[in-house]
């Protein structure tokens, strides 16, 4: 792990979403450490709407093998080189953390759940590139796949919003530029 300390706006504007990442892999007490700061993102009423599946270890190869039957459904009919380059964006990556939130069936507990996961989830890419750790949050349309739900223990009532990956890389992608403060704002009453 590197030891880095951005300032909150070197942090914000300088992540970047990873896709690429180089296979080092990452020290469970670093993940564990992200996820316990982390948790002090907003969330309406301290419900904490959240829950996360982690494989970081030994338990990466179980995972990678559920998510290739998905990733990559014809993986039986390639070649070990066809199936390792398909592969790679899943196989290397240090970390994964599937976020877990309650489908809570009033729409404003709802809403205020998915918006408080998600500042939780910032929270954790945030603290991960302070490390030099690299994350991106991906949402395959298989998360919501009852026969990968269910080996990942997520409950009926329960959906899964982001599978993060973390991982050290070897390149930062250049940035997508953003709209500016003055292309956003409407001033009140203009
Ligand atoms: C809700 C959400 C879903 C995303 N899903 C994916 C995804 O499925 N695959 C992917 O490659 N990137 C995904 N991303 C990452 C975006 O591609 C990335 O944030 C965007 O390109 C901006 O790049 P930056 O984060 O480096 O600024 C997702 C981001 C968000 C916030």
């Known amino acids: 792990m590197k030891e880095q300390s951005l300032t909150v706006i070197e942090a914000i504007t300088q992540r970047r979403s990873i896709k690429m990442f180089n296979g080092q892999p990452i020290d469970r007490e670093d993940l564990m450490s992200i996820i316990d700061d982390a948790v002090w993102a907003p969330n309406h009423g301290n419900r904490q709407p959240w829950r996360l599946v ?14 290739r039957e998905f ?3 014809n993986w039986k009919e390639l ?40 500042s939780f989830i910032q929270n954790m890419q945030l603290l991960a590139w302070d490390k030099g750790i690299g ?50 704002v409407t001033i009140f009453g203009e």
């Open 71 to 73: 990733a990559v459904p």
């Open 135 to 184: 994350a991106c949050w991906k949402t395959p349309a298989w998360l919501d796949n009852p026969k990968f739900r269910e080996p990942m223990g997520v409950k009926t009532g329960e959906r899964i919003i982001s599978m993060l990956q973390f991982g050290y890389y070897d390149l930062v992608p250049k940035e997508k530029p953003r709209k500016s403060a003055s292309e956003i």
């Open 79 to 118: 070649s070990e080189d066809e199936l390792q380059s398909k592969m790679s964006k899943f196989s290397l990556p240090g970390a994964y953390v599937f976020v877990v939130i309650p489908e809570d069936a009033r729409q404003k507990e709802r809403l205020e759940d998915f918006a408080a996961a998600s």
């Open 54 to 67: 982690v494989a970081c270890g030994p338990e990466l190869e179980p995972l990678k093998d559920l998510i």
